[in-house]
């Protein structure tokens, strides 16, 4: 299995922050990575796909980037509604395909 | 815009059969990979497996022996069918859309808390 590996498991951060999370693969997956954000008790939303495309309707703030094993989110100016648990995905392997263990972002 | 709604029961005895249905509206049941995708504290989110109208499926791997997807095109639905249960498998279960040509997520379904439990 390819292991997902995100980084800081928690970040603390305030409105108009500029946030960076980590996810590194534990084997070369070019570009096939997808980002998340999931809300307590709702299911998780397709922020990015193929590491670096902005899905239909998200807000130009997220960003991602990176490509083989280590790739970033970017939030470029944290705002109330993106506090919460963010995830990233690979499908370079689709068997199977997996999950990093999540990032939540909360308010300093 | 497609939509996705499991049902199913959010009880489950031991070493039982665990059944849960989604239903798809707004979209063809033929325009993705249907998957179900479960979420517990202790793991995370985890792949179960997708299937194709047409048949196709793929599994996780340390799942496989234990379950079944199926879709039902007449009915717009498709099902998980996930056997000889422990509380292991108590988890939040997404039904989600898989792209069919690259294997991201999207829409997911609201999800829905499963109890394994006697």
């Known amino acids: 299995d390819i292991q997902m590996t995100q980084s800081p498991s928690t970040l603390s951060a305030s409105v108009g922050d500029r946030v960076t999370i980590t996810c590194r693969a534990s084997?070369?997956?070019?570009?096939?990575l997808a980002w998340y954000q999931q809300k307590p008790g709702k299911a998780p939303k397709l922020l990015i796909y193929?590491?670096?495309s902005l899905q239909s309707g998200v807000s130009s703030r997220f960003s991602g980037s990176g490509s083989g094993t280590e790739f970033t989110l970017t939030i470029s100016s944290l705002q109330p509604d993106d506090f919460a648990t963010y995830y990233c995905?690979?499908?370079?392997?689709?068997?199977?395909?997996?999950f990093g263990g999540g990032t939540k972002v909360d308010i300093k | 815009q497609v939509q996705l709604q499991e049902s199913g029961p959010g009880l489950v005895t031991p070493s039982e059969t665990l059944s849960l249905t989604c239903t798809v509206s707004?979209?063809?049941?033929?325009?993705?990979?249907w998957t179900w995708i479960r979420q517990s504290p202790g793991k995370g989110l985890e792949w179960i497996g997708s299937?194709?109208?047409?048949?196709?499926?793929d599994y996780n791997p340390s799942l496989k022996s234990r379950v079944t997807i199926s879709v039902d095109t007449s009915r717009d639905q498709f099902s998980l069918r996930f056997s000889s249960v422990t509380a292991a498998d108590t988890a939040v279960y997404y039904c989600?859309?898989?792209?069919?040509?690259?294997?991201?997520?999207?829409?997911w379904g609201q999800g829905t808390p499963v109890t394994v439990s006697s």
């Open positions: 193929k590491a670096s």
């Open positions: 707004g979209g063809s049941i033929t325009s993705y990979y």
């Open positions: 995905q690979q499908y370079e392997t689709y068997s199977p395909l997996t």
């Open positions: 084997q070369s997956i070019s570009t096939w």
């Open positions: 989600a859309a898989r792209n069919v040509d690259y294997g991201w997520f999207d829409p």
């Open positions: 299937m194709y109208y047409t048949g196709s499926t």
